[in-house]
């Protein structure tokens, strides 16, 4: 791997989805089909077809929550959701597909030295009524936990492959994430970021969830490959995310 490239997961442009390697999580592996019923694929309409661009994950029926710069400054009307599907090759039933009608972004979303501060987003679409059995709604209202120094939880995602996976990571210490990131210009504070060890998400995973304990705590923001590399998540139970 290589430990001097910076990299920032932002959505594809047109000029590099047709160029681009196929990738996906960083030794992820395939899930079952509704193991992860919240996980979606963001999708923009590029070069006269539809392309994964972004996560997304279903907070309700209506609302799906992703990253900021992936729409950020974008006509949303170019957009969509796509769900309840592992292959996006296969967008045949149960696959659900639903335009976005409006997003919502957060006033404070910035630049953050290399990456983003605050990259949240919530995207209004027309329906998302699960299909799938074992699928269930996220409350992130719910969200309480704030210590997760040392936990084991789950990044899923489709990255800039065509197949859902997931990958089991571990969340490091805001002091860690802070020393890594000395010298990039990047704010990281308790409050608003949690950062897992390693570079285990490319491109098409901005927006994503990572899960704790079956509960979800943060969308993928960016990435820092310089090892031993750092993934940088918005942390969901940041208050500012209720203004």
């Not at 490959?225 to 500012?240: A, D, K, M, N, W």
């Amino acid at each position: 791997m290589a430990c001097w490239q910076l990299v920032i997961l932002a959505a594809v442009t047109a000029a590099h989805a047709s160029t681009v390697m196929e990738k996906r999580i960083i030794g992820g592996s395939k899930v079952v089909l509704g193991e992860f019923g919240f996980a979606g694929s963001l999708q923009q309409f590029l070069d006269g077809e539809w392309t994964h661009v972004c996560g997304c994950t279903r907070k309700l029926s209506n609302v799906f929550v992703s990253a900021a710069h992936c729409t950020n400054g974008s006509d949303i009307s170019t957009f969509r959701a796509v769900f309840d599907t592992l292959d996006l090759t296969d967008l045949s039933p149960p696959a659900q597909i639903t335009s976005i009608t409006s997003t919502y972004v957060l006033g404070s979303f910035t630049r953050n030295g290399p990456g983003y501060k605050l990259d949240y987003s919530e995207l209004n679409v027309v329906n998302s009524n699960i299909t799938i059995p074992g699928s269930q709604d996220f409350l992130l209202n719910n969200v309480t936990v704030t210590n997760l120094t040392g936990e084991q939880c789950s990044i899923v995602g489709f990255g800039e492959g065509k197949m859902l996976m997931s990958k089991t990571v571990t969340v490091i210490s805001t002091a860690e994430c802070v020393q890594r990131l000395t010298g990039t210009g990047a704010t990281i504070t308790e409050r608003d970021e949690i950062c897992i060890d390693g570079h285990s998400i490319t491109a098409g995973d901005s927006g994503t969830s990572l899960v704790c304990g079956g509960e979800f705590v943060g969308v993928a923001s960016w990435s820092y490959v310089p090892c031993p590399g750092t993934s940088v998540f918005v942390r969901l139970s940041s208050p500012i995310l209720d203004d």
